[in-house]
């Protein structure tokens, strides 16, 4: 996979980018990531990428010249193709679902929104996909682009250690994962659950979707209501939740 990200900040990303899993696939081969500034691409001698609103209005918006200019520079520089996504509060929301998604994808081309905004056009006729990653405000799409690069990459078969390991996390099932332990089996008094280090398989797994359900019915509710809960476990829940 070729990820190229265009942005005014270039050198936000050396921190996330070289450490990790990301660095990892990297050195894998599996996902090469590219930076562009897109001051490279404005075409005067300030390097402007910004300007006031038509209108009137606070602060100032990306120009949609050096963006577009950015984009098929940087199209033509692979022959894979994929999706142009934009990194706006206004988009749809990122979740594991996206990440899934996104991560079948041979190229992504990742524009990191800025100022008070981007002219529409950019919206409309350069980007095929808009993300936000939450309900807040970020000072532009830098974190944005980190936060989707890394949640896409842990997705690339042989990113992760083992193959299995990102099929139990949080939301893999629709449901936050359940509590995990290492040794010692005791600390300050504090001790793992028995069943952990009973051995047996079968109560190992049942205590850990019960756990899972639990965590996710007091944190997450709204995730619960889209999961699907045999009698037993609705009936485990309605009385350990009771008794919190
Ligand atoms: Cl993608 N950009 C900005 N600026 N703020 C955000 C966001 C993106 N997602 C949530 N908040």
């Known amino acids: 996979m070729r990820i190229d990200i265009l942005t005014i900040f270039p050198g936000m990303f050396s921190g996330p980018f070289e450490e990790s899993i990301v660095k990892r696939a990297v050195e894998k081969g599996l996902v090469q990531i590219f930076l562009h500034d897109i001051r490279d691409y404005a075409s005067d001698k300030h390097r402007t990428v910004d300007d006031y609103p038509f209108g009137g ?58 100022y008070e905004g981007v002219d529409a056009r950019v919206h409309e006729h350069l980007a095929t996909d808009e993300i936000s990653i939450g309900d807040y405000v970020l000072s532009g799409g830098e974190l944005a682009a980190m936060v989707v690069v890394d949640a896409v990459v842990r997705q690339i078969p042989g990113a992760l250690g083992s193959p299995l390991s990102s099929g139990d996390d949080s939301f893999a099932q629709g449901l936050l994962e359940h509590p995990q332990y290492t040794r010692p089996a005791e600390f300050r008094g504090m001790s793992v659950p028995e069943v ?42 309605l009385t350990n939740l009771s008794s919190q």
């Open 196 to 237: 952990l280090l009973s051995g047996n398989h079968g109560e190992i797994a049942r205590w850990r979707r019960r756990q899972s359900l639990l965590r996710t019915a007091q944190n997450r509710p709204d995730l619960l209501a889209s999961a699907e809960l045999t009698e037993e476990e609705k009936q485990w829940l």
């Open 57 to 114: 209005g606070q602060g100032m918006l990306m120009k949609p010249e050096p963006l577009f200019a950015a984009v098929e520079d940087v199209q033509g520089q692979a022959a894979e193709r994929g999706p142009i996504v934009l990194l706006t509060p206004q988009g749809r929301l990122f979740d594991q679902e996206v990440a899934v998604e996104l991560a079948r994808q041979d190229r992504l081309i990742v524009i990191c929104g800025h």
